[in-house]
C-alpha cells in the first residue's frame, strides 16, 4: 500500500478540477505552482482520477465533466463579449454635438494641428491672429514634437502592460495593486500616472458590495477567551490563527465555505466547501490546516467568532488534540474577527460577481481564487507581497537572524 498523501482528499480533487478546466491551455507545471504543489504530483493526481473514472465509466482515458465543459464555454464566451465590446461601432467617439476647439490641451492641440495643416497657404502670422493664439507658442509646440510622440508611446505601452496585469488577476486589481505588480516586474513608474491612465483608459479594480450575517451563536455552550483582543498582528508564522465561514449562492441553493488564515502572514491554510454547515466543515479547514504546517502547530491560537460550529464540543476535541488554543469574539461584532470579514470581503468582490449555476462550477471557481490568492495576489499589508512570498521571505530573515 503507498504512502498516504498528506493532502485531503477535497484539496485533490479540486486541484484536478482545476488543470481540467484549462482545457490542456496551462501545464502541469503552471497550475502546481498556484497551487504549492509540484507538477509530478498534480500530473500523479489527475492520472488517478482518471483511472478511477474509467473504472467507474468502463473507459480507458479521461473524460471531461460536463460541468467543467460548461465552465469553459463560459469563460470562453466572457472573454468574446468583452473583446467585442472593445470594437463595437462608436465606441470611444466623442459626444455628439461637441465643440470641435475645446479650452484645454485638447483644444490647443487642435488649433496647432490646424496651423500645420494650413501654414503654406495662409501663413503662420495670419492664422494665430485669427485664432488668438500666439506664434511662440504653436514654436514651442512644434519643437515639442517629438518629445510629444514619445511620451504618446511609452504611455500606450503603459497601458498595454496595465491592461495584461488587470486581466490576468481577473479585473480584480485596482491603482494601487497594479503599481506594485509593476514595481515587482522593475518598472519604476509613478503611481499617479498609472492611475490618470486607468482612468483615461476606463480600468479600475472591483469594489466591494454588501454582505449580510450568517453566523448562528449558540447561546448555551460555553465560550473560549478572546485571546485576540482585536490585536490582528501577529510577530511569527503559527503564533495566532483566525477562521470564519461564508456562504455562496449557487442556482436556488447555498455553498458553505469554512477557511483558516495565518494572522501572520494572511495565507489561507486550510479550508473546506459543502453544502451544509455542521460542525465537520470548520473541523475540514482547522484539520487541512494542521498539515499544511506539518502538524507542528502546539500552541497557536486559533480565533473565531461565536458560531455554533466553533463551540461545539467536537471542534473544541479536534483543537485540543492538535494543541490549539481556541479564541472567540463576541456576539454579534464583526470587528473582533475583522481580519477574516475582510478576507471574505476580497473574496467575494473579485470571484463572486454572478450567482453560479452548479455547486461544481463554484468549488472550481472559489478554489482557483484561493490558490491564486496564496501565491499570487498582492497584499497592500504584506508591503504588496503574495502570503506565499511574504512567508519565504519571513522566513529567511528568520534564518538569518539565527546565523548571526
Not at 108 to 120: K, N
Not at 215 to 229: E, F, K, M, Q, S
Not at 301 to 315: K, L, P, V
Not at 340 to 354: D, H, I, N, V, Y
Request: hydrophobic share 40%; proline share 3%; glycine share 10%.
Amino acid at each position: 500500500m503507498g504512502r498516504r498523501s498528506p493532502y485531503p482528499e477535497e484539496f485533490r480533487n479540486d486541484a484536478v478540477a482545476l488543470y481540467r478546466a484549462a482545457a490542456g491551455r496551462r501545464t502541469y507545471a503552471a497550475v502546481a505552482a498556484d497551487v504549492g504543489v509540484t507538477g509530478e504530483t498534480l500530473r500523479s493526481w489527475v492520472r488517478q482520477a482518471d483511472e478511477q473514472a474509467g473504472r467507474a465509466r468502463g473507459t480507458d482515458g479521461p473524460v471531461e465533466g460536463r460541468d467543467e465543459e460548461l465552465t469553459r464555454l463560459r469563460a470562453e464566451l466572457g472573454r468574446l463579449r468583452k473583446a467585442e465590446a472593445g470594437v463595437a461601432v462608436g465606441a470611444g467617439d466623442p459626444a455628439a454635438g461637441g465643440p470641435v476647439f475645446r479650452p484645454g490641451d485638447e483644444g490647443m492641440t487642435g488649433r496647432w494641428d490646424f496651423i500645420s495643416l494650413h501654414r503654406a497657404d495662409f501663413g503662420v502670422q495670419r492664422i494665430c491672429r485669427v485664432l488668438g493664439v500666439s506664434r511662440s507658442g504653436y514654436y514651442r509646440w512644434t519643437a515639442g514634437a517629438v518629445a510629444r510622440a514619445e511620451r504618446r508611446a511609452a504611455d500606450d505601452a503603459l497601458v498595454a502592460e496595465i491592461r495584461q496585469i488587470h486581466d490576468d488577476h481577473r479585473g480584480t486589481y485596482g491603482v494601487r495593486r497594479v503599481h506594485a505588480e509593476l514595481r515587482g516586474f522593475g518598472h519604476t513608474v509613478n503611481r499617479k500616472r498609472i492611475e490618470r491612465l486607468m482612468r483615461r483608459e476606463g480600468i479600475e479594480g472591483r469594489h466591494l458590495r454588501r454582505r449580510k450575517r450568517t453566523t448562528i451563536p449558540d447561546r448555551l455552550a460555553p465560550p473560549a477567551p478572546d485571546l485576540v483582543r482585536r490585536d490582528f498582528a501577529a510577530d511569527r508564522l503559527d503564533e495566532k490563527w483566525c477562521g470564519d465561514i461564508t456562504y455562496v449562492q449557487v442556482g436556488g441553493t447555498w455553498l458553505y465555505l469554512a477557511c483558516v488564515l495565518d494572522i501572520c502572514s494572511r495565507r489561507v491554510l486550510g479550508w473546506s466547501m459543502a453544502t451544509h454547515m455542521r460542525t465537520e466543515l470548520v473541523v475540514d479547514a482547522l484539520t487541512m490546516a494542521v498539515a499544511t504546517r506539518g502538524g507542528h502547530v502546539d500552541g497557536v491560537i486559533f480565533h473565531a467568532d461565536r458560531g455554533s460550529q466553533y463551540t461545539s464540543a467536537a471542534f473544541a476535541q479536534v483543537s485540543a488534540h492538535f494543541g490549539i488554543r481556541r479564541s472567540m469574539g463576541r456576539v454579534g461584532s464583526s470587528y473582533d474577527n475583522a481580519l477574516a470579514e475582510s478576507f471574505w470581503q476580497g473574496l467575494k468582490r473579485e470571484a463572486m460577481q454572478t450567482v453560479f449555476t452548479t455547486v461544481r462550477q463554484a468549488r472550481l471557481e472559489i478554489f482557483q481564487w484561493l490558490t491564486y490568492y496564496n501565491a499570487r495576489r498582492r497584499h497592500s499589508s504584506l508591503g504588496y507581497l503574495s502570503p506565499v512570498e511574504f512567508e519565504q521571505q519571513h522566513r529567511a530573515e528568520h534564518r538569518l537572524t539565527l546565523a548571526a
